[in-house]
Each structure stands twice: as structure tokens, then as C-alpha cells.
């Protein structure tokens, strides 16, 4: 079975700061590995994602991530923060089939 | 092209209520997915439905719970005699085809209140 695990719940960091959140999954197959940003009261918006190919996936928002298969990580980051950087972010991912597995979700907050 | 719309954004119901939730996908989007989401977690999948067919529902609790998507209207997600741990945000999306390549297109949700 598939898991995601966001190795932190909260993420302070000052304005223009760069930043790391963290995420590790588990799979005995291939996966596709997504970042989701949740602004409060909103649904989700897709960040970016890995389907195959470079393993450094640039988003939107100047957000990029780092597919790391040897050691099962896809940590998102970004070089200069800005306050309405502040959201909620979850990192997904989703073996082809029709289920994808979502973390728990890494409340950034990004203080002036 | 709109995109996921859900209603109500908001819901009150009282314990023993039925509460219903819709769901229309993006224009051309013929595949949907429920999730919920409880206070200060991720998004549990729930179902994944096509025109007219569940094709998974192994994250649907077995009893009260059911879902539909008919080949006409939105999705409906509907949640019979709810109790407090109902409430929760519920969240539709909709993708143009299957498999995980294929990106998935939130609504706002829905913030179910069971009082």
C-alpha cells in the first residue's frame, strides 16, 4: 500500500527566506508525485508534479521539487518566500490507479 | 471554462438529517473524486465515479454514505442520518480522464456543520 508521510506539521519562516517542506512516500511501484497548495477556505491547487523524466519538477508560483527515488522523496522549495506564500500544502501521490493518497499537510506561515 | 463548482459551501445539519452535497465537474470532465477532510488533517479519498458508474468506493464508509453521478446534473454526494463525525470539509474533483497522470481539478468544498 501506498503512504505519504510530510515530516512536518508547521513551517515558520521569515519574508524572502527560502524554504523546505518536507515529504517522503512509500510504494513498491512506480509513482506520480504531486504538490498541492490550499489557501484557507479553498480547495486545492495543483503546485506541480512528477510524472517521469528530469527529476527536478519547476511549478508555479516559483515553487520546484526534487524527485529523489533512492531515498523516496519529493521535498518542494522555494528560494524567497513571500506572505501570501502562507497556505496549507500537501504532497500526494498516486500509483496510476484511481486513488491518490494525500500527507497531512504542511501549514506553511510566513511572518514579515 | 468555470471550474469544479460545489454546493452548498455551507452546511448545517442537525444529528438524524440527511445531507446532500453536488457536485458539477469542469466542462468535458467526465471523471469525479470525493475526499473529506477532518479538522488539521490531509484528504481522505472517498470514491471515484464516472457518468452513471462508481468505479471505486473502497474509502466510502459502508452505511449511511452513497454516491452517485448521473448522466445528466452533478454529482451528488449524499450522507444519510449524519452524526457529529460527519462534519467535516468535503471536496470534489474532476479530471479529464483516468489514471494518476491526469490532473484533478478541485472545487471549494463543502463545510459540512452537524450540530
Known amino acids: 500500500a501506498q503512504s505519504v508521510t510530510q515530516l512536518d506539521s508547521q513551517v515558520p519562516v521569515f519574508e524572502e527566506a527560502p524554504v523546505e517542506l518536507r515529504c517522503n512516500y512509500s510504494s513498491s511501484v512506480s509513482v506520480y508525485l504531486f504538490w498541492y497548495v490550499q489557501y484557507p477556505n479553498q480547495g486545492l491547487q495543483l503546485l506541480l508534479k512528477?510524472?517521469?523524466?528530469?527529476?527536478l519538477v519547476k511549478g508555479i508560483n516559483g515553487f520546484e521539487a526534487e524527485f529523489n527515488k533512492s531515498q523516496t522523496s519529493f521535498h518542494l522549495r522555494k528560494p524567497s518566500v513571500h506572505i501570501s506564500d502562507t497556505a496549507e500544502y500537501f504532497c500526494?501521490?498516486?500509483?496510476?490507479?484511481?486513488?491518490?493518497?494525500f500527507g497531512a499537510g504542511t501549514r506553511l506561515f510566513v511572518k514579515a | 471554462n468555470a471550474g469544479v463548482m460545489q454546493n452548498p459551501r455551507h452546511l448545517v445539519r442537525r444529528r438524524g438529517q440527511e445531507a446532500r452535497l453536488r457536485c458539477s465537474p469542469m466542462k468535458g470532465h467526465s471523471h469525479v473524486y470525493w475526499y473529506r477532510q477532518l479538522p488539521e488533517e490531509g484528504l481522505k479519498f472517498m470514491v471515484y465515479?464516472?457518468?452513471?458508474?462508481?468505479?471505486?468506493e473502497s474509502g466510502m464508509p459502508k452505511e449511511r454514505f452513497s454516491a452517485e453521478f448521473p448522466k445528466e446534473g452533478p454529482s451528488i454526494l449524499r450522507i444519510q442520518q449524519v452524526v457529529r463525525g460527519d462534519s467535516a470539509a468535503y471536496f470534489c474533483?474532476?479530471?479529464?480522464?483516468?489514471?494518476?497522470?491526469?490532473?484533478?481539478?478541485f472545487g471549494p468544498g463543502t463545510r459540512l456543520t452537524v450540530t
Open positions: 512528477y510524472l517521469s523524466g528530469s527529476t
Open positions: 474533483a474532476s479530471s479529464p480522464g483516468a489514471g494518476g497522470q491526469n490532473e484533478q481539478y
Open positions: 500526494a501521490v498516486d500509483t496510476g490507479g484511481f486513488k491518490t493518497i
Open positions: 465515479l464516472q457518468k452513471e458508474n462508481i468505479i471505486d
